[in-house]
């Protein structure tokens, strides 16, 4: 499986955006996973889903304004991202791992990595 992350660009304080990460094979066997590295910082888990969606998880710095959803006609992972604040400005990857549930948080278990798209939120 092969990942491209789309979506990212220049938006105001409170605005949204809709990043996509879409496969070239299937996901069916996989858990994707949203990550971000903002400058100078380590990148961060964001969001994490079972392509079947039966379970999702969230950072707590992003929880009530970021959704992970499934576009099946796409094949694609979708991060719709509302609210967004300056301090959510980083270069977003989206990964797969078959890793168990528990350790879904964990980036050093995720084995195939999107090239990143950037999202810049302004004051």
């Known amino acids: 499986v092969q990942l491209q992350a789309s979506g990212g660009g220049l938006v105001q304080a409170g605005g949204s955006l809709r990043l996509s990460c879409a496969a070239s094979?299937?996901?069916?066997?996989?858990?994707v996973g949203w990550f971000r590295q903002a400058p100078g910082k380590e990148r961060e888990f964001v969001a994490a889903m079972t392509w079947s969606g039966g379970n999702v998880r969230y950072a707590d710095s992003v929880k009530g304004r970021v959704t992970i959803s499934r576009d099946y006609a796409k094949n694609a992972v979708i991060l719709q991202m509302n609210s967004l604040k300056p301090e959510d400005t980083a270069v977003y990857y989206c990964?797969?791992?078959?890793?168990?549930?528990?350790?879904?948080?964990?980036?050093?278990?995720?084995?195939?990595w999107g090239q990143g798209t950037l999202v810049t939120v302004s004051s």
């Open positions: 094979g299937s996901l069916s066997s996989y858990k």
């Open positions: 990964a797969t791992t078959r890793i168990v549930w528990g350790e879904i948080e964990n980036q050093q278990r995720y084995g195939v």
